[in-house]
Nanobody, 122 residues
Framework: VQLQASGGGLVQAGGSLRLSCAAS????????MGWFRQAPGKEREFVAG????????YYIDSVKGRFTISRDNTENTVYLQMNSLKPEDTAVYYC????????????????WGQGTKFTVSS
């Protein structure tokens, strides 16, 4: 699977942004999908994940109620809608694809996108 993330940029605190990750090459609906982020000097961390069918999602506590992950298996794309953004959300965001049930762990991912960066200004 080739993954192409997009949607980064600069946004003010409290604003919204939507990231997209377009997949190609293999059957997109065979993979659970996740969004991770990596801030400067920090480890890459799981942010949100969604199962193959889109029927189940999971978020880290710090983004619950603000971020929404979704997918369109007809368009081979996964999205991350981010609202009420905070400066601490600033990072490079990566999408990933995994066959594993344990999609919160970055070690279980088979494919990664190139990352898209955005900055939240205070």
């Amino acid at each position: 699977v080739q993954l192409q993330a997009s949607g980064g940029g600069l946004v003010q605190a409290g604003g919204s942004l939507r990231l997209s990750c377009a997949a190609s090459g293999r059957t997109f609906s065979n993979y659970n999908m996740g969004w991770f982020r990596q801030a400067p000097g920090k480890e890459r961390e799981f942010v949100a994940g969604i199962t193959r069918s889109g029927g189940s999602t999971y978020y880290i506590d710090s983004v619950k109620g603000r971020f929404t992950i979704s997918r369109d298996n007809t368009e081979n794309t996964v999205y991350l809608q981010m609202n009420s953004l905070k400066p601490e959300d600033t990072a490079v965001y990566y999408c990933g694809a995994t066959r594993s049930y344990y999609y919160t762990s970055k070690g279980n991912y088979d494919y990664w996108g190139q990352g898209t960066k955005f900055t939240v200004s205070s």
